[in-house]
């Protein structure tokens, strides 16, 4: 996908993350991963196993004292070398949540934002 078709500014991180992955409600894996870019709609992040596309992944998010649980749907993956990519879309964000991850957001476009 070209990078002007996205809804949302992508923003680099490089921040571990909690990730449970649920089939019928029940928890079928848990485990951590890595954020390597996340926006208001989504987020791609790496793992060390595989992710069935079909599954709901609860992803939990920290930043400071804050932490939001997101709900989520795999749209895309790519494996190579024992390392998993996978983009994410959020669905079902709740207005709390949204807030949580704006700031979440924020926080990582001044942390990349190159010295004046």
């Known amino acids: 996908m070209n990078e ?3 809804r949302h500014e992508r923003v680099n991180s490089l921040n571990l993350l ?3 992955v649920k089939k019928n409600g029940e928890v079928v894996q848990q485990g951590m991963g890595k954020t390597l870019n996340v926006s208001e709609s989504g987020i791609r992040l790496e793992t060390t196993f595989p992710i069935a ?3 709901t992944l609860w992803i939990t998010l920290g930043i ?3 932490v939001v649980d997101l709900k989520g749907k795999i749209m895309h993956s ?3 070398d024992n390392q998993y990519e996978y ?3 959020f669905i079902d964000i709740d207005d709390s949540s949204r807030v949580i991850l704006t700031e979440y957001i924020k926080v ?3 942390e990349n934002a190159a010295p004046a």
């Open 4 to 6: 002007n078709q996205r």
């Open 18 to 20: 909690y990730l449970c």
């Open 53 to 55: 596309s079909k599954e």
């Open 108 to 110: 990582f476009k001044k």
């Open 78 to 80: 790519v494996a190579k």
């Open 64 to 66: 400071e004292d804050d």
């Open 87 to 89: 983009g994410i879309e």
